[in-house]
């Protein structure tokens, strides 16, 4: 099976905005290539995770081998990687494309270039990729190739002559695909005989396998049987089994260079496998690691804490067997003052975040509240000290801290000209500094410098909503800069929720802090008792706002003498609000935590 | 020992009201000489456990204990005064439906010893009534009313408050014509949705809009200020009477004393003859089906579900629940020696303290009441203060 030489190799990823065709282009490769029978042919065959599928996003990387035969007559082998497209997962696209030597570029040519595909493009060329642009869904009548065309040359900078026109779900000139990635991309180049060099692209948990590794050889081979160690860490593990994806998976002898497959190793968590490592021989170790190793590390923080304190640790057991397949979250356990026991949770972005969010309550029926999402922000102390805060209700004391530094990212933005305007200002509200402004026809693309900080609640929402849907965005994690930030204490009924707590520039504080305690007031239904929620910076009140207590709440009508339905019915409210947060005497709902952050106004 | 309120179920109805979810059913024909034959040897049953004691009330409920038998009426009364000890002033009251049908008959309750009337009159307004499904014009209402003024000593009727739509004007106006027929004593209820009946369907389908929470405080305050105006006090969170016109036996309710209920379907809270200690309350229920449970008096002496003994917390519950619905609030000392829990223990203190700052409750002379603040939110005070 893996007996193609080098040269009759190609390792490819598809590069492409989202809904410009990716998954059926891949379909149509499988297809035409006899991966599977069209039984077997479920739609999108590659984003294979429930939660993956309704998002159309992928999360896991995935390959494929096809076998095809070219117009030269000789029989080659390509791969087909599948990356993540989310900026979330931007380290693990730049791994995946490592593994590769060409990218197909597949652009919509009724809709032309997005944000995305800019920002996965820049990837591709940074390593060093061929790329090979498709023009995609030609069928439509509102496609303009031409146009298209022309664009990616303007915006993109590469040659689009030679662009390979097709229509996916047509199945048009797929063969056109199939040859262009055998004429213009390069075979990938290794040395068999020097010491194993793989490079770890990604890994999951099977629960028959154990942990499955994703791995594309550069030098020397990988053998069932052989020792093979961990280069970031030292450890070393049994390989058991050597394959491919056909895309079933197919045990081969071993995987020689240029060759992507997979390997199983006896690993019981894929935090031992981390994405980017390089994997050698145990007895005869390559010196040098491959490049671009670093490990993932989480740039958005927040809590997640269960409604009903007894799930705790369902909550600790549900986090544990995610991380089984996902070591790029992180979770410790911390106490709030107002929720209990919890966990302090780092995700890769605010979409990983709100996957896991979504896993943990559809997979392990676990209600949960979470906090508002933080960064990370490097605390100064006047000590000398430099601390990470992952948590606002951690925050020092201002005297004791010398300044505050936040991450700051840059960010691509693409939108009809029509609505630039409202984009502008929304980037400049949130403290953006503008990078770049260009037009292509009549788009226009934005780059902006903006603090993580104003986009983690509710920038993509707003985004979306001033441009009425057109606008794509995409970022990349741009450094730390020095900030005058300071800490909004949310108090009710004078007691400060600190999981209601959190980080603003000075200059925003006090709207920010108008803005929450006027949506708690929204949030907050009506109780036994009035509420006071206040917000403030240090001991200074900067905002407050009353809910008036309930204005009626009593039963009209007597039962006659029967007391036990009243009784039972007060019996099983009391039951309910024991499993209830409370905070002094108020119930603040799960949801409030989120929205209450939200910005806009 | 406990004087006892007598509570009598009678459970049909010429038309099934689409609010209301007691237990009542319509019939072709009511077996009235059955059904007069099992409520009497049921209450030959109760009496034998509870024993000779005071009696203080019976109450005729239902239902539309109007439609019952007058002979039946006099003969449970008078089994009743065999049975028990009356006292000299025993309250012997009947629930009347003002159609023209029933109130020709009410000279013959009042003969068989009905001494208080209460009326569901529900409405002085004919859409509205209407409305509220009921057989009866405003018209036969004020004269069933008129004509129970003449015959009975102590008059009570009941009417139903915001109501879809109500303006508040549109109530002051009502109210104001209710006042001024009102004899001694006046039930004034808000409309209440209540599961599976037919105004819960269609409140479900928003064809049924009540008044919000704000409009119904206004509603209430109201109703409480004209009133108080013409004399009679919210005694408790739904009844205004003259002083001394209080319902006797529905004070039995709400101060926890010993009642028994007989019929189908109805409830009782005793302590048996020969239990020594006052705490000893036992919950009793009958089958609800009337002829279901005529089968079972008529097989085993009574229709009893289960008599259940109350824990000492469910008595301290049940008597915070009712006990706070009135004016005069709850007597602590009682509370203790019918509880058998202490009052520290039944309560929790910071809401309590919580309560007495807000002006909710009040704690003076040995008692606990909730003031008209507190009474406004009770069911939420109750949720918060019962442990
Ligand atoms: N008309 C037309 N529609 C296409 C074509 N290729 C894909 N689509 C449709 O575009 C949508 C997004 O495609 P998909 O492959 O899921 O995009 P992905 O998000 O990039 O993976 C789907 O509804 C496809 O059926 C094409 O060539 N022509
Ligand atoms: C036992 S009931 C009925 C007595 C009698 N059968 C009648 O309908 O006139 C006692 C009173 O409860 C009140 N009531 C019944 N259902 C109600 C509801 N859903 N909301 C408010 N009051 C109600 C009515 O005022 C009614 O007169
Ligand atoms: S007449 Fe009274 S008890 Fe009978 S259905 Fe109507 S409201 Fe209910």
């Not at chain 1, 958005?300 to 790029?328: I, Q």
């Not at chain 1, 991450?407 to 929304?426: C, E, F, H, K, S």
């Not at chain 1, 309910?576 to 939200?598: T, Y």
């Not at chain 2, 209430?220 to 002083?243: D, Q």
């Amino acid at each position: 099976m893996t007996d193609t030489p080098i040269e009759r190799i190609r390792n490819f990823a598809i590069i492409a905005h989202i809904d410009h065709g990716k998954s059926t282009l891949a379909d149509r490769l499988i297809q035409s290539t006899g991966g599977l029978s069209d039984r077997e042919m479920t739609n999108q065959v590659l984003d294979n995770m429930e939660l993956e599928r309704e998002r159309g996003i992928t999360i896991k990387a995935q390959t494929v081998r096809l076998s095809y035969r070219a117009k030269d007559g000789l029989l080659y082998a390509l791969n087909l990687m599948d990356t993540p497209g989310h900026v979330d997962f931007a380290y693990e696209v730049s791994r995946s494309l490592a593994a590769c030597e060409g990218s197909l570029l597949v652009v919509d040519a009724s809709q032309g270039v997005e944000a995305q595909t800019l920002a996965n493009v820049y990837q591709a060329i940074e390593a060093n990729h061929e790329i090979v642009p498709i023009l995609n869904k030609i069928d439509l009548p509102a496609a303009e190739p031409e146009r298209v065309r022309q664009q990616i040359e303007d915006v993109i900078g590469i040659d689009a002559s030679d662009a390979v026109m097709i229509s996916a779900k047509t199945g048009l000139n797929i063969e056109g695909v199939l040859e262009a990635l055998v004429t213009r991309l390069p075979a990938p180049r290794g040395d068999a005989s020097a010491p194993l060099k793989a490079l770890l692209v990604d890994s999951w948990y099977d629960p028959y396998l154990g942990v499955v590794i994703l791995v594309r050889v550069k030098d020397g081979r990988l053998r069932r049987g052989q020792k093979i160690r961990m280069m970031s860490n030292g450890a070393v593990h049994h390989v058991e089994q050597v394959g491919v994806f056909s895309p079933k998976m197919i045990a081969v002898e071993d995987l020689a260079p240029g060759e992507m497959g997979y390997i199983t190793a006896a690993i019981k968590t894929v935090a031992d496998c981390n994405v980017g490592d390089t994997i050698t021989d145990d007895r005869q170790p390559a010196t040098t690691a491959l490049p671009g190793f670093k490990p993932s590390v989480p740039v958005v923080w927040c809590g997640l804490y269960p409604t009903d304190a007894d799930d705790f640790e369902k909550l600790r057991e549900s986090l544990g067997r995610l991380r089984l397949n996902d070591a790029s979250f992180h979770y410790d356990p911390e106490t709030s003052a107002a929720l209990g026991f919890g966990f302090r949770c780092g995700f890769l972005g605010l979409l990983h975040l709100e996957i896991i969010q979504e896993r943990l309550s559809r997979e392990f029926d676990l209600n949960l509240i979470a906090t508002a999402p933080s960064v990370v922000y490097r605390v100064h102390r006047t000590s000398g000290v430099v601390e990470e805060l992952h948590n606002p209700a951690d925050m020092p004391d201002g005297s004791l801290i010398d300044h505050i530094e936040e991450p700051w990212i840059r960010a691509t933005i693409m939108v009809p000209d029509d609505y630039l305007g409202a984009i502008l200002t929304l980037c400049n509200e949130r403290r953006g500094q503008q990078a770049d402004l260009t037009y292509v026809g009549n788009r226009a693309m934005a780059v902006y410098r903006l603090p993580l900080n104003e986009v983690v609640f509710d920038f993509y929402d707003r985004l979306k909503s001033v441009s009425r849907g057109y606008a794509s965005f995409d970022y990349q994690m741009d450094g730390y800069a020095e900030s005058d930030l300071v800490r909004i204490s949310i108090m009710v009924n004078g007691d400060p929720v600190d999981a209601l707590s959190f980080i603003a520039h000075r200059a925003a504080a006090e709207g920010r802090g108008r803005a929450i305690c006027g949506r708690l007031k929204d949030l907050i239904p009506r109780q036994l008792f009035k509420i006071a929620v206040q917000a403030a910076i240090g001991g200074r009140v900067i905002a407050r706002e009353t809910i008036s207590a309930l204005s009626k709440d009593v039963t009209a009508k007597c039962y006659g003498g029967d007391i036990s339905r009243k009784r039972k019915l007060l019996e099983k409210q009391k039951e309910g609000k024991k499993r209830m947060r409370q905070f002094g005497r108020v119930e603040i709902p799960q949801s409030a935590f989120l929205a209450a952050l939200k910005m806009d106004a | 020992m406990e004087p006892l309120a007598l509570y009598v179920h009678w459970p049909f109805c010429l038309a099934k009201c689409p609010y209301c979810d007691f237990n009542s059913h319509v019939r072709d024909e009511i077996p009235q000489a059955r059904f007069a034959a099992a409520l009497r040897r049921e209450l030959a049953f109760e009496a034998r456990r509870l024993g000779r004691r005071p009696l203080a009330s019976i109450f005729f409920g239902g239902g539309t204990p109007s439609l019952m038998a007058p002979e039946t009426v006099a003969a449970l009364i008078e089994d009743a005064r065999a049975l028990f000890d009356p006292l000299p002033d025993l309250e012997i009251t009947l629930e009347a439906n003002p159609t023209s049908v029933e109130a020709g008959r009410l000279a013959l309750l009042r003969d068989a010893g009905v001494n208080r009337l209460s009326l569901g009159v529900q409405s002085l307004d004919d859409a509205a009534l209407r409305a509220l499904g009921r057989g009866h014009s405003a018209a036969e209402a004020r004269a069933a009313l008129e004509h129970a003024r003449a015959l009975f000593p102590r008059l009570s009727f009941d009417l139903i408050y915001a109501r879809p739509g109500q303006t508040p004007a549109a109530w002051r106006a009502e109210l104001a014509a209710a006042l001024a027929l009102a004899a001694d004593h006046l039930s004034l209820y808000q409309l209440t949705i209540e599961p599976d009946t037919a105004f819960a369907s269609r409140h479900a389908r928003g064809e049924i809009v009540l008044p919000d929470a704000d409009a119904a405080a206004a509603l209430y305050a109201l109703t409480g200020e004209m009133a108080a105006a013409s004399g009679l006090a919210a005694y408790e969170v739904s009844n205004y009477a003259r002083p001394g016109a209080e319902s006797r036996h529905n004070l039995a309710y709400w101060r926890y004393g010993d009642y028994a209920g007989i019929g189908p379907g109805a409830h009782g809270r005793i302590t048996l003859a020969g239990d020594a200690a006052a705490t000893a309350v036992l919950a009793t229920r009958r089958i609800r089906t009337p002829e279901a449970w005529a089968a079972a008096v008529e097989r085993a002496g009574h229709g009893a579900v289960a008599d259940v003994a109350l824990a000492p917390g469910e008595r301290a519950r049940e008597m915070l629940l009712m006990g706070l619905r009135l004016a005069e609030g709850i007597d602590l000392a009682r509370f203790v020696a019918r509880s058998g829990v202490a009052f520290e223990a039944a309560v929790d203190h910071e809401t309590l303290c919580a309560a007495e700052a807000a002006g909710y409750v009040s704690r003076e002379g040995g008692r606990l009441r909730a003031l008209p603040e507190g009474l406004l939110r009770l069911d939420a005070l109750l949720a918060a203060l019962v442990v």
